[in-house]
């Protein structure tokens, strides 16, 4: 087996594990310098938290680790096509590549089906079945204004 193989072999009985404890067939292992440096299981059901998806839940553990929220330099690998929570995820971390085992095809073939929200990002606000309506914008954009004006802001 190659290291490659070896870690999603890791990705993959975490998402074998986790059917017994709780949660979702979903688990991602995240390496940096040739090790797994965290791993991340699907959490929803067993903490009431839609957003505990494994890449989600393994990123927040690797910034823990490395104490910072730049993940460049490192590699998730993942049971599962990441959804598009866990990909954008993957962008804001800056993750250097994905490895997925599963498709979403695959996923949507036992009721986890994430293809609506791929659907209603390709569409303009106004044809979402989401409804999102624009608020108080000359008084939200004061934020923008104090933090455009921050000498010692800490990008990312
Ligand atoms: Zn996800």
Sequence with gaps: MCEKDTFMREAIDLSLDNIDHGGG??????????KIIARG????????DPTAHAEVNAI???ARVL???DLRGCEI??????C????????WAHLDKVYYGNTKADAKAIGFDDSFIY?????PLEKRHLKIVSLMR???IKAFEKWDNKSDKIEY
């Design 25 to 34: 067939p979903f688990g991602a292992v995240i390496v940096k310098d040739g």
């Design 41 to 48: 299981a699907n959490r929803v059901t067993a903490s009431n």
């Design 60 to 62: 927040r553990e690797a």
């Design 67 to 69: 104490g910072t929220f």
């Design 77 to 82: 690998y993942t049971s599962c096509e990441p």
């Design 84 to 91: 598009p929570m866990c990909l954008g995820a993957i962008y």
């Design 119 to 123: 659907d209603e990002l390709a569409l």
């Design 138 to 140: 000359d008084q939200a």
